[in-house]
C-alpha cells in the first residue's frame, strides 16, 4: 500500500535528525535505529530515501567507491533546523536527557540527541520560559537509602586508568553492554575479579542492566554455563559486541533474578506480614501504605499493628532492619526469627565485655 505524504516527510525529516553531530551513518545503521519506531522502513527504502536525500543536496557520501556507503551532513554547511518545540516538550526531553540518558542503549541516545540540542538551543533562545529553566531546579529525586559516591576503578587498575581515561573507558563499555542488550548479541569483556590481578575474559550473554544507587551491573550467563551471574560494570577493563545471538536461560525470570542479585535471601512470593511499630517512626505508613489490603489496629499509646501483604524480598529485609528496634515483626515466624537472628549478631558485635548494655531506644517496643 502506498503511504500517505504525511509517513514519506515524517521517515525523511526522522533520517535527516539522526545527523546532526553524529559520525558518518551507513544503510545498515539507519535502518537498525529506525527499528521499532513509527517510521521503520526496510533497507531497500532506506538506500532509496538515502539516496533521494543525496541527490537533494541534504547529504552527502563520505567515499563514493567505498562499501558500504557511508552518508553524512555536508561538511561547511549550517545543519537544518528541527521544528520549534513547544514549552512542555523541551521540559519533556530535557527531563528524559538527565534522568534516563545513562538507560538509554547508545544508538537511541544518537537517535535522540538532535531533540536534545534542540530542547538545549530552545531554553537559550527563549529567555522568557523562565518557568522551564527553573524546573529542573525545582524537582528532586531522593534515594531510598543512604546515597553513595559513584564507583572508582578497582586497585589494580587505578595505576593504569584514572582520571578522565577511567571514565572515557567506562562510557565506551557502557555503551557497548546497552548495545549488546538492545540487539541480543553476545559480548566479550575483561573482567577484573577483586583478588585476581590478571583480567578474565569471557562471552557474556547480557540478560539484564541493573542500576543500583550510582553504579551499574550485568545480570548474564558466562560462556556456556547457565547459572546467572551479576557482574559490575565498573570492574569491566573492556567490552565488544559480538555477531552472535545471545541466549537465555529457561524459565528465566527477571524480577526474580534482580531481587536474587541483591543479596539476604527472599523467595519472592506473597507473605502476610504482622509487626508492630513505634508511632513515631511508622506514622508515615498511615498514608504512605505498604499495600492495598493494609490495616492498622491501635496498641498501646505508643505503638501500632500493622498487617499487610507484601512480598518475601531482599529490600523487605532491608526495609525492616532500617527501623532498628522501632519495629517488631510478629509473623510469619521465619521472617521473625530472621530478624531476631540479625539483632542478636549485631548485639553481639556491639556489646563490650563487662559492660551492661544500654538501650539505644527508650521507647523500643516492650515485651509482649
Known amino acids: 500500500m502506498k503511504e500517505d505524504a504525511i509517513t514519506t516527510f515524517n521517515r525523511r525529516l526522522r533520517i535527516l535528525a539522526m545527523f546532526k553531530g553524529s559520525e558518518p551513518l551507513t544503510t545498515q545503521m539507519i535502518f537498525k535505529r529506525l527499528q521499532g519506531t513509527?517510521?521503520?522502513?526496510?533497507?531497500?527504502?532506506?538506500?532509496?530515501?538515502?539516496?533521494?536525500?543525496?541527490?537533494?543536496?541534504?547529504?552527502?557520501?563520505?567515499?563514493?567507491?567505498?562499501?558500504?556507503?557511508?552518508?553524512?551532513?555536508?561538511?561547511?554547511?549550517?545543519?537544518m533546523a528541527l521544528p520549534r518545540l513547544s514549552d512542555q516538550e523541551v521540559l519533556a526531553f530535557r527531563l528524559l536527557e538527565r534522568f534516563l540518558e545513562p538507560l538509554l542503549p547508545r544508538s537511541s541516545y544518537r537517535a535522540l540527541r538532535p531533540y536534545f540540542d534542540a530542547a538545549r538551543d530552545e531554553l537559550e533562545r527563549m529567555p522568557g520560559w523562565a518557568s522551564v529553566r527553573n524546573?529542573?531546579?525545582?524537582?528532586?529525586?531522593?534515594?531510598?537509602?543512604?546515597?553513595?559516591?559513584?564507583?572508582?576503578p578497582p586497585a589494580v587498575?587505578?595505576?593504569?586508568?584514572?582520571?578522565?581515561?577511567?571514565?572515557?573507558?567506562?562510557?565506551?563499555?557502557?555503551?557497548?553492554?546497552?548495545?549488546?542488550l538492545f540487539e541480543n548479541r553476545q559480548c566479550a569483556v575483561e573482567y577484573q575479579q577483586l583478588w585476581r590481578d590478571e583480567p578474565a575474559r569471557w562471552t557474556l550473554h547480557p540478560l539484564v542492566y541493573v542500576q543500583r544507587g550510582p553504579a551499574f551491573y550485568l545480570l548474564c550467563t558466562i560462556d556456556d554455563y547457565a547459572d546467572v551471574r551479576q557482574l559490575a560494570l565498573h570492574r569491566m577493563r573492556s567490552a565488544r559486541v559480538l555477531d552472535q545471538k545471545a541466549s537465555k536461560p529457561a524459565g528465566f525470570d527477571v524480577d526474580r533474578e534482580v531481587e536474587r542479585s541483591q543479596g539476604m535471601g527472599g523467595s519472592g512470593e506473597p507473605l502476610r506480614l504482622v509487626a508492630r511499630f513505634w508511632k513515631r517512626a511508622g506514622l508515615h505508613l498511615l498514608e504512605t501504605r505498604l499495600a492495598a489490603d493494609q490495616v492498622v489496629e491501635e496498641?498501646?499509646?505508643?505503638?501500632?499493628?500493622?498487617?499487610?501483604?507484601?512480598?518475601?524480598?531482599?529490600?523487605l529485609r532491608w526495609w525492616l532492619l532500617s527501623f532498628g528496634s522501632k519495629v517488631e515483626v510478629l509473623e510469619p515466624q521465619g521472617l521473625r526469627e530472621e530478624m531476631a537472628n540479625q539483632a542478636y549478631w549485631m548485639n553481639r558485635m556491639y556489646a563490650r565485655a563487662n559492660q551492661p548494655l544500654n538501650s539505644p531506644n527508650p521507647t523500643a517496643p516492650a515485651d509482649r
Do not use: C, Y
Not at 57 to 63: D, K, M, P, Q
Not at 141 to 149: D, E, G, M, S
Not at 160 to 178: C, H, P, S, V, Y
Not at 299 to 315: K, M, W
Open 38 to 79: 513509527a517510521e521503520e522502513m526496510d533497507e531497500r527504502s532506506v538506500q532509496r530515501v538515502l539516496a533521494l536525500l543525496g541527490e537533494a543536496g541534504f547529504l552527502e557520501t563520505v567515499n563514493p567507491d567505498a562499501k558500504p556507503l557511508q552518508w553524512r551532513w555536508p561538511k561547511g554547511r549550517k545543519f
Open 157 to 180: 587498575l587505578a595505576t593504569a586508568t584514572a582520571g578522565k581515561d577511567w571514565e572515557r573507558q567506562q562510557e565506551q563499555i557502557r555503551a557497548a553492554i546497552l548495545e549488546a
Open 135 to 152: 524546573w529542573e531546579t525545582r524537582v528532586r529525586v531522593v534515594p531510598p537509602a543512604q546515597p553513595l559516591l559513584p564507583p572508582e
Open 299 to 315: 496498641g498501646d499509646d505508643d505503638h501500632f499493628r500493622l498487617t499487610a501483604t507484601v512480598n518475601d524480598t531482599a529490600q
